[in-house]
């Protein structure tokens, strides 16, 4: 049975987009690596002949609200994913969407803050769904997962 997962998850590699966020792209690449995935480097070459390629397209915004709370500093963030096979012409299996609210005692560590929740959060959904959809497992709360 390991033998049959190994081959599955070598016979598919995963290109990131994250255009304008680093950090975002890197949450998503590092997520994929510890599942055992290949992860080629945006507009690279195709991989392998035999190799199957996915795209991840994915952004994240951060907007700071005020909530009326003059120590603090509040933004709203939310983090979108697209997954497509790359030979599918671009028909995506799977769209994912994370928002959520973070708060900092400054303005500019809360859009920090935030932007690192958006990027933690959309990782997981990420790794959630290929998790399911590739191996099959199960959470506790029901829902399939690694």
Avoid at 14 to 38: K, N, Q, Y
Avoid at 77 to 91: C, K, L, P
């Amino acid at each position: 049975m390991e033998k049959e997962r190994s081959a599955a998850i070598g016979s598919i590699v995963f290109r990131v987009d994250a255009p304008g966020d680093t950090a975002l792209g890197e949450a998503i690449a590092s997520r994929l690596a510890a599942l055992g995935f290949g992860i080629v480097a945006d507009g690279s070459a195709e991989p392998k002949s035999g190799k199957t390629l996915i795209n991840i397209k994915c952004s994240a915004g951060v907007e700071p609200f005020d909530r009326g709370n003059a120590p603090w500093k509040f933004c709203n963030w939310r983090a979108v994913a697209e997954i497509s096979e790359a030979n599918s012409g671009g028909v995506s299996f799977a769209a994912i969407s994370k928002q959520g609210q973070s708060s900092a005692l400054s303005e500019g560590s809360a859009k920090k803050k935030a932007a690192s929740d958006a990027a933690r959060a959309l990782s997981l959904a990420v790794e959630e769904e290929l998790s399911r959809d590739y191996f099959g497992k199960m959470t506790a709360k029901g829902r399939r997962y690694a």
